[in-house]
């Protein structure tokens, strides 16, 4: 199986680039165009036609050859491309040519004021392009470089240029070898052979290439295989792993380390570098797209299953109305008997065959009929909760199986308009709302609570709610975090935590099923969080105040209504 890694564009590449246009040498600068940050477009009309020659600096994508397409141009020209057009315009190209056999390449343009040299250095996370004036100073750069990002060779405007350092001195150019230099080097070289370490600019693709090309047609193979360079008989194809699809990249001869269906023959090398670096860039832009949308759609898929299992748990819990039922009907029949102080009626149970006998909770403060009335309001809340329950139930399956659905796509999303299209489906359904990380931020000013005991939490449709764990917390939250038309959530009786909704500005979206999640929280983190049931006030937090001298985490508020939160059986 061979190696399917990406084919970098090695200095054979842009050798092979330069050498098959013939255009470059006295062409005129049209135009310059800079689409993106890290590139820029030549617009060189010769031979009574237009060519754009696309330069890249980018440490993943850097590269040098002709387009066929007309890129769009930054809306506001960044200042290096406002000083190449100043100084570039309407020059004439003298040349073109690379340094020895290296991926740097030395531009000349005679302009009025002189001949200007434009360095593009194509040497991956050190690729740059950088201006140099007539008296070989530089006059701006891609990419500015400081003494202290590098002290070997810092780029500043106003310095004399320097080539970047060489790797290895004595390195051996391979346009300037003839057949009998090829020969004597091979000869003793013997086993493994070094190809890198004697001839100068090859990359490890290119040097396994020729290893394979050793193995194929021994001395004579490598021999003819240097001839085609020097002579540039290009035969240019385009690599691709049938298997994946994807563009590995492109090469100049036809490679012996991959097979004939792998490779798909071009009119140029700019051609097949063009189609090759197209597909990998929208590759590498499918799988960025791809890995920032999968987590927000797992969250929010893990969100919604275990509030799944929290409306389960609650639908069991409201199959006890019979069972509650029953209690009451047992309390007023047998409720008389019972001493005074009693917490347990015992009492037969009519409904089973042989009528066992249940022991039934009594509040010994209360009479009989106020704990039969007790109990038959839990039957009624009850049944009333089923059907609603039954309703979110599926409400809430429907969109976990609709997440799951949007999960498949996005892990088989082959382009990025397929995924963007995802992406906004996604934020239409409120998927992608993000949650605050609560590890604790290594410098103050990161940490969005400043230091405050506030914890996160996911409502089961996306929403972000906040909840302070002490009287600081609360105060904070209340005071400092909180909108306007957020939602504020505190238990109707005794002391708790403040628990806040963040709505962006549209409380009426909020659905109930956030509101009674954020209500739990509340109870929960209350003085009453061990009680059956618990009353939570919400408002918003437009109508809550915190009185002039009150402690932390006092509040007044109005325009309030009430949940009940059952939060465990009776």
Same mark, same amino acid.
């Given at each position: 199986m061979?190696?399917?890694?990406?084919i970098p564009f090695?200095?054979?590449?842009l050798y092979?680039?330069?050498?098959?246009?013939?255009f470059?040498?006295?062409?005129?600068?049209?135009d310059?165009?800079?689409?993106?940050p890290?590139?820029?477009?030549?617009?060189?009309?010769?031979?009574?036609?237009?060519?754009?020659?696309?330069i890249s600096?980018d440490?993943?994508f850097?590269?040098m050859?002709?387009i066929?397409?007309?890129?769009?141009n930054a809306?506001?020209?960044p200042?290096?491309?406002?000083?190449?057009?100043?100084?570039l315009?309407g020059?004439?190209?003298?040349?073109?040519?690379?340094?020895?056999?290296?991926?740097i390449?030395q531009a000349e343009?005679q302009?009025?004021?002189?001949?200007?040299?434009l360095m593009i250095e194509?040497m991956?996370k050190?690729?740059?392009i950088i201006?140099?004036?007539?008296?070989?100073?530089v006059?701006?750069?891609l990419?500015w470089?400081?003494?202290?990002?590098?002290?070997a060779r810092?780029?500043?405007?106003?310095?004399t240029?320097r080539?970047?350092p060489?790797?290895?001195?004595?390195?051996?150019?391979?346009?300037a070898?003839?057949d009998?230099?090829w020969?004597?080097?091979?000869?003793?070289?013997?086993e493994?052979?070094d190809?890198q370490?004697?001839?100068?600019g090859l990359s490890?693709f290119?040097?396994?290439?020729?290893e394979?090309?050793?193995?194929?047609g021994?001395v004579?193979g490598?021999?003819a295989?240097a001839?085609?360079?020097r002579?540039?008989?290009?035969?240019p194809?385009?690599?691709r792993?049938?298997?994946?699809r994807?563009a590995?990249?492109?090469?100049?001869?036809?490679?012996?380390r991959?097979?004939?269906s792998w490779?798909?023959?071009?009119?140029s090398?700019?051609?097949?570098?063009?189609?090759?670096?197209?597909?990998?860039?929208q590759h /590498? @832009?499918t799988d960025a =797209?791809?890995?920032s949308?999968l987590p927000?759609?797992?969250r929010? $898929? +893990? *969100?919604r299953?275990?509030?799944?299992?929290?409306?389960?748990?609650?639908?069991?819990?409201?199959?006890d109305?019979?069972r509650?039922q029953?209690?009451?009907?047992?309390?007023?029949a047998?409720?008389?008997?019972?001493?005074?102080?009693?917490?347990?009626l015992h009492a037969p149970?009519y409904?089973?065959p042989d009528?066992p006998e249940?022991?039934?909770?009594?509040?010994?403060?209360?009479?009989?009929?106020e704990n039969?009335?007790?109990?038959?309001?839990?039957?009624?809340?009850?049944?009333e909760s089923?059907a609603?329950l039954? /309703? @979110?139930?599926q409400? =809430?399956t429907?969109e976990?199986n609709a997440?799951?659905y949007?999960l $498949? +796509? *996005?892990?088989?999303?082959a382009?990025p308009d397929a995924l963007l299209?995802?992406h906004?489906d996604?934020?239409a359904h409120?998927?992608l709302r993000e949650?605050?990380t609560l590890?604790?931020?290594?410098r103050?000013?990161?940490?969005p609570?400043?230091?405050?005991k506030i914890?996160?939490?996911?409502?089961?449709?996306?929403y972000?709610?906040?909840?302070?764990?002490n009287?600081?917390a609360?105060?904070?939250?209340?005071?400092r975090?909180?909108?306007?038309?957020?939602w504020?959530?505190?238990v109707?009786t005794?002391?708790?935590?403040h628990v806040?909704?963040r709505?962006e500005?549209?409380?009426q979206?909020?659905?109930?099923?956030? $509101?009674?999640?954020a209500a739990r929280?509340?109870a929960?983190?209350s003085?009453?969080?061990h009680?059956?049931?618990?009353?939570v006030d919400?408002t918003?937090?437009?109508y809550?105040r915190k009185?002039?001298g009150?402690?932390?985490g006092f509040?007044?508020?109005?325009?309030?209504k009430?949940?009940?939160?059952e939060?465990?059986a009776g």
């Amino acid at each position: 199986m061979p190696d399917a890694k990406p084919i970098p564009f090695d200095s054979l590449n842009l050798y092979a680039v330069l050498q098959e246009r013939d255009f470059f040498a006295g062409a005129r600068v049209q135009d310059i165009r800079q689409p993106e940050p890290l590139t820029i477009v030549l617009h060189l009309y010769a031979q009574r036609a237009e060519h754009r020659l696309l330069i890249s600096a980018d440490a993943q994508f850097a590269r040098m050859h002709t387009i066929s397409a007309k890129l769009p141009n930054a809306p506001t020209p960044p200042p290096f491309l406002q000083s190449l057009r100043k100084h570039l315009e309407g020059g004439i190209v003298r040349s073109m040519t690379m340094l020895g056999f290296d991926r740097i390449v030395q531009a000349e343009v005679q302009t009025r004021e002189g001949v200007y040299r434009l360095m593009i250095e194509l040497m991956g996370k050190h690729s740059n392009i950088i201006l140099v004036e007539p008296t070989g100073l530089v006059r701006s750069a891609l990419k500015w470089v400081s003494p202290r990002q590098s002290e070997a060779r810092p780029i500043r405007a106003g310095e004399t240029y320097r080539l970047p350092p060489t790797r290895v001195e004595g390195l051996l150019n391979p346009l300037a070898m003839t057949d009998d230099d090829w020969r004597t080097l091979i000869t003793p070289m013997g086993e493994p052979r070094d190809w890198q370490a004697h001839i100068e600019g090859l990359s490890r693709f290119t040097a396994d290439e020729l290893e394979a090309v050793y193995r194929a047609g021994g001395v004579d193979g490598v021999v003819a295989w240097a001839r085609r360079l020097r002579e540039g008989a290009w035969q240019p194809v385009l690599i691709r792993d049938p298997q994946t699809r994807r563009a590995l990249g492109a090469y100049p001869f036809p490679s012996l380390r991959f097979p004939d269906s792998w490779q798909h023959a071009r009119t140029s090398v700019s051609l097949a570098w063009e189609q090759a670096f197209s597909e990998r860039i929208q590759h /590498a @832009r499918t799988d960025a =797209l791809r890995q920032s949308l999968l987590p927000s759609l797992r969250r929010a $898929l +893990q *969100a919604r299953e275990r509030a799944l299992a929290d409306l389960q748990r609650a639908l069991h819990a409201s199959q006890d109305a019979d069972r509650w039922q029953l209690y009451g009907e047992l309390i007023l029949a047998f409720g008389h008997n019972m001493p005074a102080g009693a917490t347990t009626l015992h009492a037969p149970d009519y409904t089973q065959p042989d009528a066992p006998e249940i022991a039934i909770p009594i509040d010994p403060a209360k009479t009989p009929a106020e704990n039969a009335e007790r109990y038959f309001h839990k039957a009624r809340r009850a049944r009333e909760s089923r059907a609603e329950l039954h /309703a @979110r139930l599926q409400r =809430l399956t429907d969109e976990a199986n609709a997440l799951r659905y949007a999960l $498949l +796509q *996005a892990e088989q999303a082959a382009d990025p308009d397929a995924l963007l299209r995802l992406h906004a489906d996604a934020k239409a359904h409120g998927w992608l709302r993000e949650t605050t990380t609560l590890s604790p931020a290594k410098r103050a000013e990161k940490d969005p609570f400043e230091g405050h005991k506030i914890r996160a939490h996911l409502s089961p449709d996306g929403y972000q709610v906040l909840v302070g764990e002490n009287a600081a917390a609360n105060d904070f939250l209340l005071t400092r975090i909180a909108k306007s038309n957020d939602w504020w959530l505190h238990v109707r009786t005794g002391t708790g935590a403040h628990v806040i909704i963040r709505t962006e500005n549209q409380p009426q979206r909020v659905p109930r099923s956030t $509101l009674e999640f954020a209500a739990r929280l509340a109870a929960q983190h209350s003085a009453d969080r061990h009680a059956r049931v618990v009353e939570v006030d919400y408002t918003l937090r437009k109508y809550v105040r915190k009185p002039k001298g009150a402690p932390q985490g006092f509040a007044l508020y109005t325009h309030e209504k009430t949940l009940r939160v059952e939060l465990k059986a009776g």
